[in-house]
């Protein structure tokens, strides 16, 4: 069998945060950057997300030229610790701007304000010697179907997205769907979605995906076919995994945490389509638990890792020969038992 890939593994600043949620106060301190920075490098991992604000933090009251040059500082930084920027990412949820929407908003004004700000966030990434920009759109959707047109919202989109690509002939852009979460019905809420919108766009090699496992679990639908489906047109250019219990609020759990056999399907399906082998990096989106104390504060990261890796060899090492055996006789029975024996080790 040809070898496969050796995986690199990315995280955000994001994810080592305070355990604030709506009904309660942080339960630990925040941490400086570079700390954050010093425990990626510490853990063993690759590259650092960033939302265009992490990387330049207050950036709507800064001048352009002052973002240009914190951005170098940073890049200076990540070159320095020998890291690199998996992506850029505009929050576009977080401007009073933004109340009713960024792209789709109903006031030409904040349309006018997230494109600016995309288009700067394309600027930075370029800064960060990265051509990738993941568009989480968080605010895209309606809490009120009257409010907004469906077919109108994809055509800002389009034209947002069409933007980003004029400005940069490199820029690669990967939507992130999410059905639901601020808002009641997300625009694109499936990799169904996400793709569909790149044949309408003036560059559709350019236009791909990103899975995020609870996403998908929100939606209702099988994390690893979502990622397969997207692999298959050779549009999956980051993974946020992570995990989630059902239907509720978007838990970010350590990925394998909720249903280990998930966890197995998704890596397994990383490894057929030869995932990272192009330079893709496996990237974990995922939360400490509220109760986690600050000498804890980034197990969550290593835990998740150290799980992909365990599964990337039950992958490996899973009898591809006698389940396709079981396939061809149609026994799932014992295929299902040879799956969760597989899992349960000796
Ligand atoms: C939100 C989410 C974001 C994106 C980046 O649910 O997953 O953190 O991954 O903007
Ligand atoms: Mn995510």
Known sequence: MATKPDYRFSFGPWNISEGADPYGPPTRPPQPFDWKLGKLKELGFDAMMFHDDDAVPDIDAKSPEQVRKEAKELRKKLDDAGLIAEIVAPRLWFSPMTIDGAYTSNDPKARRYAIDRSLQCVDIARILKCDLIVLWLAREGTYLRESKN?????????????????HDPKIRIAVEPKPNEPMDHAYLPTIGHALAVAPLTRDPKRVGCLVETAHAILAGLDPADEMEFAMAMGKLWSVHLNDQNGLKFDQDKPFGSNNLRQAFNQVRVLERNRYGSRGECVAFDVHSFRSTKIEHAVDHLANSRSTFLRLVHKVRSFDEAAAQKLIADRNYQALDQMVIEHLLGK
């Open 150 to 166: 469906c077919r109108r919202s994809l055509e800002y989109m389009v034209k947002a997205i069409d933007q980003m690509l004029d």
